[in-house]
């Protein structure tokens, strides 16, 4: 029946793209972004000296291993990440900006200094993100990064492409939060 036929499509789908656990958290091999099909690129833990402070996977619509591939493809993206533990939603915000701030030069950052600004107060307007909290920064075209925390979308979309690699240059660019969270976002072996 039709039934048989979805599944199998739907198996070979998934053999692209095998869901990934990382402490605990479990990555689909798959992600839909605003109707546009994502592969699971990579997963990994995000230390901090030695303790695990959330968990990230990286959606894309075909593999990449750099910051220059993922953002020259043109189709949706999504940056799923899960906290591991309590911590100040204020103090993840400001992270992001330094380490926005770190990959970049600075006409591009102050360029983008009221995107970042606003961005930080979305992190502060949570007050604290609990163990097992999602939230998500998707780059959906025509639209912009659109920034999900536990489920609810925040605010308007941030329409530059530049503020959408920036926000992945915490991760993926030159000076990573975490160099072996940026090989594993980039689907590289540990």
Do not use: C
Not at 97 to 108: F, K, L
Not at 141 to 165: A, N, S
């Amino acid at each position: 029946g039709q039934r048989a036929a979805g599944s199998a499509a739907l198996v070979a789908g998934a053999a692209l793209a095998q869901p990934v656990t990382v402490a605990g958290t479990a990555y689909h091999g798959a992600a839909q972004v605003q109707g546009s099909a994502l592969l699971l690129n990579g997963a990994g833990v995000r230390y901090k000296t030695v303790v695990q402070v959330y968990t990230a996977g990286l959606y894309l619509e075909k593999k990449a291993g750099s910051l220059q591939e993922v953002v020259a493809q043109p189709g949706a993206k999504r940056l799923s990440i899960t906290m591991l533990r309590d911590i100040d939603s204020r103090e993840l915000g400001k992270l992001f900006s330094r380490g926005m701030e770190d990959n970049m030069d600075r006409a591009t950052f102050s360029k983008l200094a009221p995107s970042v600004l606003r961005m930080g107060q979305i992190f502060a307007d949570h007050k604290k993100l609990l163990v097992g909290d999602p939230f998500s920064i998707d780059w959906v075209p025509g639209t912009g990064t659109v920034i999900t925390v536990k489920g609810q979308r925040q605010g308007e979309p941030f329409p530059e492409p530049e503020f959408f690699r920036a926000l992945l240059g915490i991760w993926l660019g030159p000076q990573p939060a975490d160099w072996k969270l940026k090989d594993a976002l980039l689907g590289k072996p540990a």
